[in-house]
């Protein structure tokens, strides 16, 4: 059950967080009348929705396992596109704290899933890699409107859903291009997304990942003690395709562990690794009120100073 609650949320967050939007000059021009949805008119987008969805995604078990878990399953989707908490395929899930011209300060995150160790052959018979959640401040700079620059930083929570502990801190340095272009008479939407994504974490997150207490040495796994630093670069590409209710998207990260701080682990297995996930979404149900354009975004903080 623990795995199966956060498998859902895993592929929730691979099917909003990497789609965040493309700039408002290449969104196409609204009709005067908001509520207006032909089907010659650019579509219409409510302020929420929900629906359902069915996926299917292969990922690493943990950075550098050499190991992968495959998980297919339906979920539910929930898109809410307001003032400050934007959630949905086009920006994927964050809270505008402040907003600036090209800057903006937004709350965002990262995290890893549970691992039972006995699915893992390096780790067999060591402890379970808990679920790893981490959420914090993310600077952005948006140049032009395809490119966006953001550096953040996350404080990290482990839980094995019994207990739960501050666990550490991410970094991640970000940049991304995106395309978004509607055709076939403005009846399908396409967005393209790439990324290339700098991550490192404090010894805390390593240690759950690298370390190796002396309860758990063998012949083949020596005893190790987990350093922070830089933990790997990913690059990824996501795509979606977007008809009236329905959507799918494609998805594809392969990260690179060339120069990772803990590459002398006997638990690091991996110089490289490729993740993919695919999936369809269905929407069931939609506000009447029109989102809250982009252009009319602004931060929590800006607010308090109106």
Known sequence: MRRLI??????????????RPASESDQPIESEDPTTKSALQPIWQPIWEFGMGFGYVRFEQ???????SSLFLPFPTFQY???????????GAKAYLWKSGPWSLEMSG???????SDDNDLRDEMKDIPLIIASGPQLVYRIGP??????????????DFKHTEATGNFIEGKMSYTYEKIFAERKIKALTKYFLTFKAASQE???QYYSVDQDFVTPLRPRYRAKAGYLGTEYSIYQSLKKGRGAIYVGLNYTDYSFAE???SPLHNSSGQLSYLFGMTYVLGESERPEVKKENTSGIINQNFD
Do not use: Q, W
């Open 6 to 19: 956060s498998s859902f949320l895993f592929l929730f967050l691979c099917c909003t967080e990497a789609a």
């Open 62 to 68: 943990y950075p550098a396992a050499g190991e992968y």
């Open 81 to 91: 596109r307001g003032k400050t908490v934007r959630a949905d395929d086009r920006e």
């Open 110 to 116: 990262t995290g890893t899933l549970p691992l039972d």
């Open 146 to 159: 395809y490119f966006d620059f953001a550096v953040g930083t996350y404080l990290a929570f482990s839980t």
């Open 205 to 207: 997150i390593h240690d």
């Open 262 to 264: 803990n590459k002398e």
